[in-house]
């Protein structure tokens, strides 16, 4: 089993920028693809962005072109970069690692942007 540990979060002024990690406690070359999710109160957990093992991304409409997910198999982490954050973008942020026989969350980061 794979744990995966979120960090990063935090309290920023719309604007600026934030970068989470998210570790895995063994290696997270094995998933097909991992992503970061996120959910605000009151709303449903949707898809912010997901990486394949092969390095292909899509992102929701609404942070395309604001952030950028990357994975670095070495130290077994993946990173969602958050630039001209709203606040709209405030939300408990999740990684998830998906394979044909795995399905593992995170237990979350907080983000909030507010002036």
């Known amino acids: 089993q794979v744990r995966l540990v979120e960090s990063g979060g935090g309290f920023v002024q719309p604007g600026g920028s934030l970068r989470l990690s998210c570790a895995g406690s063994?290696?997270?070359?094995?998933?097909?693809?991992m992503g970061w999710y996120r959910q605000a109160p009151g709303k449903e957990r949707d898809l912010v962005a997901r990486i394949t093992r092969g390095g292909a991304t899509n992102f929701a409409d609404s942070v395309r072109g604001r952030f950028t997910i990357s994975r670095d198999n070495a130290k077994n982490t993946v990173y969602l970069q958050m630039n001209s954050l709203k606040p709209e973008d405030t939300a408990v942020y999740y990684c998830r690692g998906v394979s044909v026989n795995y399905d593992y969350w995170g237990q979350g980061t907080q983000v909030t942007v507010s002036s």
């Open positions: 063994g290696s997270i070359f094995s998933f097909d693809f």
